[in-house]
């Protein structure tokens, strides 16, 4: 399975963009980007997914690589609230395999 | 919006017991997944029903079994329990195998084994 690398932890200050890196050069060529993030004593959340093209939704921004061999999820306004666990994950665009979590993000938003 | 629901949600068993667990995933959802994260770890996938029918396993013990029911609620049995099976487990359910938005985590169930 292509897998991902993440910076352990990451800290940012409430209310300033916050871009959360994940590296990704084994990614073939039909593999989607999921992004999903735990926050405390909660179940994973799903935030955002893309293929080739940045994507935008309520939650975040998901920026790919020309090459897709690195992502960033952005959140644009980091609030408390978004102080979480985040997870990058790469999922055949059939969905045939399950989502496996690696070792995600800790962000900690700071007042 | 009608969520994944996971029931109990606290639960406590003394080694050597067995344990059910219980999820009701989204309605109209065709697969259910459960995760088990120990304390200080990540997520790992256990198992998944696709359509009430086994579809994948992964690191599930095999003094653990699930089955999905024609309601489409799943439960997880797990016998002879170990300290170590001390943890929270998550279900989750999708549609079309979460492609276009993903699986939706139940708040789980957070299991101490005494």
């Known amino acids: 399975d292509a897998k991902t690398t993440q910076p352990n932890s990451m800290e940012s200050n409430e209310e300033e963009p916050v871009h959360l890196p994940c590296n990704h050069s084994t990614i073939s060529g039909t593999d989607y980007i999921h992004w999903y993030r735990q926050l405390p004593s909660q179940g994973p959340e799903y935030v955002i997914h893309?293929?080739?093209s940045n994507v935008n939704n309520r939650m975040a921004s998901l920026a790919i690589a020309e090459d897709r061999k690195s992502s960033t999820l952005i959140l644009h306004r980091a609030t408390l609230r978004d102080a979480a666990v985040y997870y990058c994950i790469l999922r055949d665009r059939t969905g045939a395999n399950n989502l496996f979590f690696g070792t995600g993000t800790r962000l900690t938003v700071i007042p | 919006a009608a969520g994944v629901i996971q029931s109990p949600r606290h639960l406590i068993k003394e080694k050597r017991e067995t344990a059910t667990l219980k999820c009701y995933p989204i309605?109209?959802?065709?697969?259910v997944y459960w995760y088990q994260q120990g304390p200080g770890q990540d997520p790992q996938f256990l198992i998944s029903?696709?359509?009430?029918?086994?579809?994948d396993k992964g690191s599930i013990p095999d003094r653990f079994s699930a089955q999905q029911f024609s309601d489409y609620h799943s439960e997880l049995n797990m016998s002879s329990l170990e300290l170590g099976d001390s943890a929270l487990y998550f279900c989750?359910?999708?549609?079309?195998?979460?492609?276009?938005?993903?699986?939706?985590f139940g708040s789980g169930t957070r299991l101490t084994v005494v």
């Open positions: 893309g293929l080739t």
């Open positions: 309605p109209r959802h065709d697969t």
């Open positions: 989750a359910s999708s549609l079309n195998g979460g492609t276009d938005y993903g699986y939706t």
């Open positions: 029903f696709y359509e009430k029918m086994q579809s």
